[in-house]
């Protein structure tokens, strides 16, 4: 199974990217999925996480009220909205699929080794 994440790029402090992550080849409508990052010198950090119906959310409280994790279970595919980006933000973000049909909650999914699937990553630069 792969993830196919991509949208990332360079930005001024204060603009905006939408990341997006394509995955033909998962259920999908039954997967928890995540955001995480990683800058350089430092772990993977979960950004954000959204239960598998789309209803459930969690947010890093360093992104909370800037960025807005959604999903389109027709298509496939995951998204992140991330406004009012900060020079903090910049990392290489990667996409992650949970195994279908497992329970969702914020902390469990916080987690990034109950993720069974991930994408390449996609880089993220904000300039200052």
């Known amino acids: 199974v792969q993830l196919q994440a991509s949208g990332g790029g360079l930005v001024q402090a204060g603009g905006s990217l939408r990341l997006s992550c394509a995955a033909p080849g998962l259920t999908f409508s039954r997967n928890n999925m995540g955001w995480f990052r990683q800058a350089p010198g430092k772990e993977r950090e979960l950004v954000a996480t959204i239960s598998w119906s789309g209803v459930s959310k969690y947010y890093s409280d360093s992104v909370k009220g800037r960025f807005d994790i959604f999903r389109d279970n027709g298509k496939r595919t995951l998204y992140m909205q991330m406004n009012s980006l900060k020079p903090e933000d910049t990392a290489v973000y990667y996409c992650?699929?949970?195994?279908?049909?497992?329970?969702?909650?914020?902390?469990?999914?916080?987690?990034?080794?109950?993720?069974?699937?991930w994408g390449q990553g996609t880089k993220v630069t904000v300039s200052s």
């Open positions: 992650a699929s949970d195994s279908a049909a497992n329970f969702w909650s914020g902390s469990r999914n916080q987690n990034p080794d109950i993720y069974t699937y």
